[in-house]
């Protein structure tokens, strides 16, 4: 099995990292701070390290990018690049400008129609194989979420095709359905999914829900 690098220490790389435990993997979170990680460490057991970033980045033979839409550049930077290239980066990024207020609940973001926060991580590495994942669902559902309706749905995009394969093993064990909606550009599509999802909490509290594709 694949060892992974989750580059980022909130909640969502922690909710990852953990998924990944519970699956059978080894997992390295890097950060900054390991001191705020011991007890997520302890309960993780003998699958579980710490590291900076660039040592989870070396240590991960596939690599999640869990940080706030904002750092990611600053963050696979600090990663290096050598330690990313030919690998799968699962990218969890949203553009949400942070330094402006949500307008009726609609958070803003700091790409254009036209633009991705993908697609500027691609172009600074392109020598990573980017996957926009989990990045459409709030972290308490982003691995086996138990829904009574059936599985939810989880849309990917990259410009690997072998990548995205990959990305999608790992969704059917998180229990995801998944739908690859193509290239690095249709994540211009994907991002804002995150202020749609995050409008049913910002306007009424309720953030237990997930997106659902269904097909004839």
Request: net charge neutral; charged share 20%.
């Amino acid at each position: 099995m694949k060892k992974i690098g989750v580059i980022g220490s909130g909640q969502v790389g922690q909710a990852l990292a953990n998924g990944f435990i519970k699956h059978g993997y080894s997992v390295m979170i890097g950060s900054r701070d390991e001191e705020k990680l011991a007890e997520w460490k302890q309960k993780g057991g003998a699958q579980a390290h710490l590291g900076s970033v660039e040592e989870a980045a070396q240590f991960g033979d596939l690599l999640v990018l869990a940080v706030k839409g904002e750092a990611a550049l600053e963050a696979l930077a600090l990663a290096g690049s050598a330690n990313l290239a030919n690998k799968t980066v699962i990218d969890t990024t949203n553009p949400i400008d942070h330094t402006k207020p949500p307008v009726n609940g609609v958070f803003p973001l700091f790409t254009g129609p036209n633009a991705s926060l993908l697609e500027r991580i691609q172009h600074a590495e392109p020598q990573a194989h980017v996957v926009k994942a989990f990045s459409c669902v709030g972290n308490a559902y982003m691995v086996n979420p138990n829904f009574p309706q059936g599985k939810p749905t989880m849309f990917i995009c990259g410009n690997s095709a072998a990548a995205k394969a990959e990305v999608t093993s790992i969704l059917d064990k998180f229990g995801w359905n998944t739908e690859d909606m193509g290239m690095a550009e249709s994540a211009r599509a994907i991002e804002p999914l995150v202020s749609l999802w995050c409008l049913p909490g910002m306007l009424r509290k309720q953030w237990t829900h997930a997106f659902a594709l269904f097909k004839m």
